[in-house]
């Protein structure tokens, strides 16, 4: 294959990989920014959106693309929910330690894994895409529902950039995280809010699943690559900086594409996290965050 | 202390400290001298404990969940016709989560905990190199159901033996012929970067050469892969041939992005069902195999000239003629390797008759006797088809099966010789010391 058509699969395929990546790494992001706390589980999330993606789309008969429509807005809606709870039932109860946080999700994420291999098995299993189109380039045939997927991502994120920045809710949000004891002197429900942000970060990874997974298929261990790469989009894009998540998933994803595509897949695993690295060492608090108070 | 309490029911005679010690000292001594009071108990009717390395968890849980149900289904019948030497056999379950490191862990564990007879079971070829060096330190007859070549390269040890399925090697031996004579001769290899994948390399290569064709070229992708559209514009424009090879729960989008990348100008594919092992092969994506051709070590689907002995195999382990769980068709079996359970735990019954095994001190006699096995015959215990069984090397080779996907089943198309995947053996573990 020619150079071009060699390079625009790759970007293709990069541009995908960075649309989930930001949707996910987003989700995280927010967690970190506002809660200041790491959230291990955020891929077992993930995963939970995928898993229950397939359960919703086996169970509705019809055409697929009223199964996935479903899936799209419940999905989301129970891992939210399921988010919800472990942040009152467990996080509260730790008090935010850091430490203390870390080891909690870490139990979640076993409990979250193991749950599902009992309830849902080892297995993979696809989910019927709501359509299947698939565009002839000249040189190579792609699937028309993987474009799809960067334009419902950039959709998403903009619609979460409004919700963060026009909206009375985002402005709690961003009071929250901007000086947590004044929010609270302020009126501000601190512990709700970290609820919802809590739900809302796994919300954001389930639909990033839901989306993907009816071109990767749900499986009970796919929660941990979306983990560690969200967590290498959030140290370079800097903690809590919606713009710098998505600058970094789209470096991260489509450099990934273009590298292993060219050279290996595991050189592009090597630059990211030299990339990570060398902006810890120059600019600890990422490229589009501010300083940690 | 309960047990000697209620041993020397001391309650009776009044209990001074210096009785107790002494009762204390019998006990140790009675748990101490091996092959005593306890042992001549064992001879007559004790079970021998089989110790099942089993993939309950991680990459492997699909194939650990049947081969434990063919393993269970075995078990019973054995024990149903009178057990092993008149002894009733006894499966001891350990998870190894399909990882080395613990894989060789669980093998410690039963050599020294459960004090199992033996080990058995293990699939994923990193497992089974992780956990032979430990089978080999504390000898104890270690017997996979790998299909790697690494029991049979003479690398392991005398210890490990693969004598219910046939090996990497050999598959890909007995298959290049057919591939050549039918399919095309310009073949592009895509495997997982590791030893199993490494095994088909190596081996399909120099056979398809033998047969006038060649490889115009070879992508590894690694197993956590999840995406593999970035690696088809490595497959050279006069690829007649694709062969593919992988495991793992990506597979699907593979076989998906494939057809998304060629539409219906494809090359002719010719892939191992490794791949497909417990998905159904009328999955939602998977159409484009439709017509394409797959090795299989045993069918999944029922096929019209199926043995009576493949019958009632099938029945006990509970597959229905799509090969998937007679309780629930949605859970498609891993039919083409788990087989090997079946008939591994029936060479081990005729090894342990063969050489009187009784006991744990027994275990180098029953090395000695299954290297002297040379043909199991199709039956019942075997109901793969007919083998033969090289003592040298620890590796049986059998028939393989390649089936067409035809109408949404897999239709056996060709069935190789025994003799067509036989190849010169590199290794000789009798010479080993026990």
Not at chain 2, 139 to 149: D, F, N, T, W
Not at chain 2, 271 to 300: K, M, Q
């Amino acid at each position: 294959m020619a150079f071009f058509p060699h390079l625009l699969l790759a970007t293709l395929e990069g541009l995908v990989t960075s649309a989930v990546l930001a949707l996910t790494a987003l989700g995280l992001s927010l967690v970190f920014g506002v809660m200041r706390i790491v959230n291990v589980a955020h891929g077992e999330f993930f995963m939970l959106g995928a898993v229950l993606a397939w359960a919703i789309t086996t169970t509705l008969t019809g055409h697929p693309a009223f199964g996935f429509a479903v899936a799209l807005v419940v999905s989301p809606l129970i891992v939210g929910a399921i988010a919800w709870v472990s942040e009152r039932l467990v996080l509260r109860r730790v008090e935010y330690n850091p430490e203390a946080t870390i080891v909690a999700t870490i139990g979640l994420l076993y409990i979250i894994q193991q749950l599902a291999l009992t309830f849902y098995g080892p297995e993979a299993r696809p989910v019927a895409p709501p359509f299947n189109y698939r565009i002839q380039l000249p040189w190579f045939g792609y699937s028309g529902y993987k474009l799809s997927i960067i334009a419902a991502s950039a959709l998403l994120l903009l619609a979460t950039w409004f919700v963060l920045t026009r909206t009375r809710i985002g402005l709690v949000m961003r009071a929250t995280q901007y000086d947590r004891e004044t929010a609270q002197a302020f009126g501000i429900p601190v512990g709700r809010v970290y609820g919802a942000v809590f739900a809302l970060g796994a919300m954001l990874a389930a639909i990033a699943a839901v989306l993907i997974v009816p071109i990767q298929q749900a499986h009970y261990l796919m929660g941990l690559d979306p983990l560690l790469l969200s967590f290498i989009v959030v140290i370079i894009g800097g903690l809590g900086s919606l713009r710098g998540t998505v600058i970094a998933a789209l470096l991260i994803g489509v450099s990934d594409g273009i590298i292993s595509v060219f050279f290996s897949p595991t050189l592009a695993k090597i630059i990211a996290t030299l990339i990570v690295a060398m902006v810890l060492v120059f600019r600890p608090q990422g490229l589009f965050g501010t300083a940690a108070k | 202390m309960t047990d000697s309490k209620r041993f020397f029911d001391l309650g009776k005679s009044g209990l001074t400290r210096r009785t107790a010690l002494k009762g204390l000292a019998a006990g140790a001594g009675l748990m101490a001298a091996p092959g005593f009071v306890r042992y001549s108990q064992a001879q007559s009717s004790a079970p021998i404990k089989i110790g099942f390395q089993a993939h309950r968890t991680g990459i492997g849980a699909a194939y650990g969940r049947w081969y434990e149900k063919t393993t269970n289904a075995a078990v019973k019948l054995i024990n149903d016709a009178g057990g092993i030497n008149g002894r009733p056999v006894e499966i001891i379950v350990e998870d190894d989560g399909t990882d080395p490191k613990r894989g060789a862990e669980v093998v410690a564990k039963f050599a020294s905990q459960h004090k199992t007879d033996i080990v058995f079971g293990t699939l994923f070829s990193h497992v089974v190199v992780g956990s032979a060096p430990t089978a080999g330190e504390l000898k104890i007859p270690y017997y996979v159901v790998s299909e790697g070549y690494h029991v049979a390269s003479g690398k392991l040890n005398r210890w490990v033996f693969q004598p219910g399925i046939t090996d990497v090697r050999s598959q890909v031996t007995s298959v290049a012929p057919w591939v050549a004579a039918n399919l095309g001769k310009k073949v592009t290899m895509i495997y997982p970067d590791y030893a199993f994948g490494y095994d088909h390399r190596d081996y399909f290569a120099p056979a398809i050469k033998a047969q006038g064709g060649e490889v115009v070229a070879q992508i590894p992708i690694p197993p956590t892969e999840s995406s593999f559209t970035k690696y088809l514009p490595q497959i050279p424009a006069d690829t007649e041939v694709l062969y593919h090879v992988m495991v793992g729960p990506g597979v699907l989008t593979f076989v998906k992005e494939l057809g998304e990348f060629y539409g219906s100008n494809k090359p002719q594919l010719f892939g191992f069902i490794d791949s497909l092992e417990a998905v159904d092969i009328n999955s939602p994506g998977l159409e484009f195999l439709d017509g394409s051709h797959f090795w299989e070590g045993s069918p999944r689907y029922a096929q019209a000239n199926d043995s009576e002995a493949q019958k009632a195999y099938r029945a006990a382990v509970g597959i229905d003629d799509n090969g998937a769980s007679t309780t629930d068709a949605k859970d498609v079996s891993t039919a083409a390797h788990m087989f090997g359970c079946w008939e591994t735990l029936y060479v081990i019954k005729k090894a342990m008759e063969d050489s009187g095994y009784k006991g744990p001190e027994d275990r180098a006699k029953l090395v000695e006797a299954t290297e002297a096995l040379t043909e199991f015959k199709e039956g019942p215990e075997h109901p793969q088809g007919d083998k033969k069984f090289n003592g040298k090397i620890h590796q049986v080779f059998g028939h393989q099966n390649i089936s067409k996907v035809e109408g949404g089943k897999l239709n056996v198309v060709h069935r190789t010789s025994i003799e067509d995947g036989m190849y010169e053996p590199e290794g000789d573990y009798t010479t080993q010391p026990l």
